[in-house]
């Protein structure tokens, strides 16, 4: 009794949403093609969730690589087109569009150079990371996205722990955009993830935050990351975020 009623006196009020952020860009929502929603009506609870939290617009953005998730054009405007049945038949009205996650594996050469990547309007490409070890070509395949007029956003690059503040301002000065996950600031993905999450807002190097929302676990953490100081300072202080872009 006595934990229960401590646990609540400790917990932070707090008066402001994401509204401010508007856009969120990078999540699992769409259904049944990857580890996120599973079907139109999981992907509608996850939807429902960023609007009661004040997002105005979803970008979904599903995995693509090579070994689990084969998705492609065709794949992702089928599961866009379901997603959006499902909001009318609910009347929940917000934009949803659609692009992807691409995993940085052996195909990813061959769709920048075919020039198929799934991108988010302005020619954004969210790519991703293996979490073990870091691609010796990273700068390489960085500057042909570049060179192409692809404008790159790394995914989540607080979680790559091979990677330093050092290496990741070097990306960015190269001109790929860096996003980190909100949910890391709340400590969702470890003490690691957060520091670097934490030192790269501190040294004026995060373009976009987003939920990477996969389930209903991950909206709880986006709720609770409004608690934190570095989200409040994020959504009400004037940082100089890009999602608004992307309205
Ligand atoms: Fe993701």
Redesign the pocket.
Known sequence: MFGLFKKKEQKKEVTFNYSSIAVDM?S?VLPGIDDGAQNPQESVELIKKMMALGIKKVIA?P?IMADYYKNNAETIGNALKLLKEELKKENIDIPVEAAA?HYFDETFEERINNQTLMTIGGNYVLF?LSFISKPPNLKEMIQKMLDLKYRPIL?HPERYSYMDIKQLRSLREMGCLLQINTISLLGYYGREAKKTAESLIDSDLVDFISS?MHHLRHAEALENALATSYVEKLVNHGYPLKNIMLK
């Open positions: 990078h699992h953005t995995h996650e991703e995914a990477d």
